[in-house]
């Protein structure tokens, strides 16, 4: 992870890396945004590609991570031609809300090798009032900001932070 920068969406690629295969042959982070997660794959998979329908944040990847240029590719989930089955890791973080969530598991389980591993995350829906009370809290703890160092990682993997600043907690 770049140590200078933090969001909600960096702090969970520590569950996708987590939960990855030891050494995929061939990864893909679907909605790459700017490149990131795609950058951390390439340090444990032998191939990685990074898919994004934005023209322009596809370019910013390709310019911040110019090692990578290649494996940043502007492309649909659902009409660009992967092969079925051609990836050993397939993640996505903060995208299947932005899709038909049923209609993007089953490309992203298509695009699995037997045996592969499918790491998703993604923001719960807020269907009941306490759900609603939680999201709220978060938000109003959530950094507006990018902190100099990332905060510390909570106990269980993959909790989101609950404080703005680790020495006040939120309420809740």
Not at 78 to 88: I, K, R
Not at 100 to 112: C, Y
Not at 163 to 171: I, L, Q, T, W
């Amino acid at each position: 992870m770049t140590p200078a920068r933090w969001n909600h969406n960096i702090h969970y690629h520590r569950v996708v890396l987590d939960a990855a295969p030891a050494r995929p042959a061939r990864a893909l982070d679907v909605g790459c945004g700017n490149g990131l997660l795609t950058a951390e794959l390439a340090g444990i998979a032998d191939e990685v590609v990074g898919l994004d329908t934005d023209p322009g944040t596809v370019g910013s990847a390709r310019e911040e991570f110019p090692a990578l240029r290649d494996a940043f590719v502007v492309g649909d989930l659902f009409d660009h031609p992967f092969a079925p089955a051609s990836f050993d890791l397939v993640a996505s973080v903060a995208t299947l809300h932005h899709v038909d969530a049923a209609r993007g598991l089953t490309r992203m389980a298509e695009l699995l090798r037997p045996g592969g591993t499918l790491v998703v995350v993604g923001p719960a829906r807020v269907e009941r009032l306490p759900d609603l009370a939680h999201s709220l809290a978060a938000a109003a703890c959530s950094r507006r900001a990018e902190p100099a160092t990332p905060p510390p990682r909570t106990a269980r993997s993959g909790t989101p932070p609950t404080s703005a600043d680790p020495g006040r907690p939120c309420p809740g």
